[in-house]
């Protein structure tokens, strides 16, 4: 889990890295807040048509997350205060999942002002084995993490500080497009949106 | 995370432990007869995908939802494990004559007791029974399916009118080790399917499967 929210970060964190890398380094772009909706398509050999999630999520700088998946199944992330939180869907109503305590977020927290100052560099996770100012390409440094996720793309938008897809590849014939619209940038965000269902 | 890898590990001890079941319901006797031709399309059909959403619990309440993809081939099946974020868990071959490859596995997922228990659980729930077919009624009157196989394994299918047929698997000395019982079952182009189904599995460490039919697809 510490891993998908890693990417999930990772996914909220792109945007200052895009103008830092690109445009206009001498007044970086600083991202305080984003929310967005996203349409997540994962395509792999055994399925006979992309299985298609939709959901939205906020994120407020400096680690507060809210990650939600609305179909096919219902769920949700909560990142706030180094507490992470993840509800399912059942029955109709978003249920905790008893004993998921996802106290390996501490691993990843570290990297997050890194990255929202621009410095989107190697790190003990992923290191960047390629970029321009259109895509950054991150690869595993570790084999734990190649064995999830072989690498990740970040698509960047033509609109500086944004970004328009990630795409993580499971190896050689299954991938997941995570494709975001409808960007909300820097406004103020209650904390109960981190904290409630 | 520690507690992630115990529901984990927990839910790879139950697929691997289901079929050293103990307990519970004896296996009925069967008296009378009913006529049927062919018990075998009470299941869904080959050539279709099926994309389920699983919600896993264990006996002690622990539990996690993941997304099932099942492919009935003619002769293999094909299975998925997603979670609901997208990341592919387990993807494995069944092949009638070569037997179980596991394609993709992530620990703790990458045992053979898990693989096995997996199949074992989707060949319950989308396969007609391996043995001999007898049709019988129960002294209640419940007119069943009863496959044997060669090992004395016995699978009864049980058939009610306009309902979702209920299955039940014994071990060789009778103990009732899964039960599977489903809800809105649909007659379509992809066989006789539920919207949603119950796996229970007994043993030392029961669990049960909460499926919920996401939707259909035919294969090339």
Redesign the interface.
């Given at each position: 889990?510490?891993r998908?929210l890693f990417l999930l970060i990772l996914c909220c964190q792109c945007s200052p890295f895009a103008t830092a890398f690109a445009r206009d380094e001498a007044h970086p772009f600083r991202l305080q807040s984003i929310q967005a909706r996203f349409v997540?398509e994962?395509n792999?050999k055994?399925?006979?048509?992309p299985?298609v999630?939709t959901g939205s999520f906020t994120f407020e700088a400096p680690q507060s997350l809210r990650w939600q998946?609305h179909q096919?199944?219902a769920?949700l992330l909560l990142m706030h205060k180094g507490t992470v939180r993840k509800f399912?869907?059942?029955d109709g109503t978003l249920v905790e999942?008893?004993?998921?305590?996802?106290?390996?977020m501490q691993m990843v927290l570290p990297h997050l002002s890194d990255w929202l100052n621009g410095r989107f560099g190697d790190t003990d996770m992923f290191k960047v084995a390629s970029a321009d100012e259109h895509r950054l390409l991150l690869k595993p440094q570790q084999q734990g993490m190649a064995?999830?996720i072989s690498a990740i793309d970040i698509i960047f938008s033509e609109t500086p500080g944004l970004i328009d897809a990630i795409i993580l590849h499971?190896?050689s014939d299954?991938t997941?497009t995570i494709t975001f619209s409808e960007r909300i940038l820097n406004e103020d965000i209650s904390d109960e949106v981190f904290t409630s269902k | 995370m520690r507690s992630i890898g115990a529901i984990v590990t927990a839910l790879v001890l139950v697929f691997g432990c289901a079929d050293r079941g103990r307990d519970l319901s004896r296996l009925p006797a069967l008296s009378g007869e009913f006529a049927i031709e062919d018990c075998s399309s009470l299941f869904p059909a080959r050539g279709w995908q099926y994309v389920h959403s699983i919600d896993f619990t264990m006996d002690n309440g622990y539990g996690t939802t993941v997304l099932g993809v099942t492919t009935l081939e003619s002769a293999r099946i094909r299975c998925a494990l997603l979670s609901v974020e997208g990341f592919t868990l387990f993807e494995a071959l069944f092949d009638r004559d070569t037997g179980l490859a596991i394609l993709r596995a992530v620990p703790p997922f990458d045992t053979a007791e898990f693989a096995e228990g997996l199949i074992a659980d989707i060949r319950t729930i989308f396969l007609p029974p391996p043995g001999d077919m007898h049709p019988g009624l129960t002294q209640d009157g419940k007119k069943i399916c009863r496959f044997t196989t060669a090992e004395n394994r016995i699978s009864d299918i049980i058939i009610a009118d306009e309902k979702c047929p209920q299955i039940q698997t014994y071990s060789p000395d009778g103990l009732l080790q899964r039960l599977v019982s489903g809800r809105d079952c649909r007659r379509s182009q992809a066989g006789f399917i539920p919207r949603y189904l119950e796996l229970h599995s007994y043993g030392r460490s029961g669990y049960t499967l909460k499926m919920n039919l996401l939707r259909t697809d035919r294969i090339p």
């Amino acid at each position: 889990m510490k891993r998908i929210l890693f990417l999930l970060i990772l996914c909220c964190q792109c945007s200052p890295f895009a103008t830092a890398f690109a445009r206009d380094e001498a007044h970086p772009f600083r991202l305080q807040s984003i929310q967005a909706r996203f349409v997540q398509e994962k395509n792999m050999k055994i399925l006979a048509r992309p299985l298609v999630s939709t959901g939205s999520f906020t994120f407020e700088a400096p680690q507060s997350l809210r990650w939600q998946y609305h179909q096919p199944v219902a769920s949700l992330l909560l990142m706030h205060k180094g507490t992470v939180r993840k509800f399912v869907g059942r029955d109709g109503t978003l249920v905790e999942e008893k004993g998921a305590q996802l106290d390996g977020m501490q691993m990843v927290l570290p990297h997050l002002s890194d990255w929202l100052n621009g410095r989107f560099g190697d790190t003990d996770m992923f290191k960047v084995a390629s970029a321009d100012e259109h895509r950054l390409l991150l690869k595993p440094q570790q084999q734990g993490m190649a064995r999830l996720i072989s690498a990740i793309d970040i698509i960047f938008s033509e609109t500086p500080g944004l970004i328009d897809a990630i795409i993580l590849h499971e190896g050689s014939d299954a991938t997941t497009t995570i494709t975001f619209s409808e960007r909300i940038l820097n406004e103020d965000i209650s904390d109960e949106v981190f904290t409630s269902k | 995370m520690r507690s992630i890898g115990a529901i984990v590990t927990a839910l790879v001890l139950v697929f691997g432990c289901a079929d050293r079941g103990r307990d519970l319901s004896r296996l009925p006797a069967l008296s009378g007869e009913f006529a049927i031709e062919d018990c075998s399309s009470l299941f869904p059909a080959r050539g279709w995908q099926y994309v389920h959403s699983i919600d896993f619990t264990m006996d002690n309440g622990y539990g996690t939802t993941v997304l099932g993809v099942t492919t009935l081939e003619s002769a293999r099946i094909r299975c998925a494990l997603l979670s609901v974020e997208g990341f592919t868990l387990f993807e494995a071959l069944f092949d009638r004559d070569t037997g179980l490859a596991i394609l993709r596995a992530v620990p703790p997922f990458d045992t053979a007791e898990f693989a096995e228990g997996l199949i074992a659980d989707i060949r319950t729930i989308f396969l007609p029974p391996p043995g001999d077919m007898h049709p019988g009624l129960t002294q209640d009157g419940k007119k069943i399916c009863r496959f044997t196989t060669a090992e004395n394994r016995i699978s009864d299918i049980i058939i009610a009118d306009e309902k979702c047929p209920q299955i039940q698997t014994y071990s060789p000395d009778g103990l009732l080790q899964r039960l599977v019982s489903g809800r809105d079952c649909r007659r379509s182009q992809a066989g006789f399917i539920p919207r949603y189904l119950e796996l229970h599995s007994y043993g030392r460490s029961g669990y049960t499967l909460k499926m919920n039919l996401l939707r259909t697809d035919r294969i090339p």
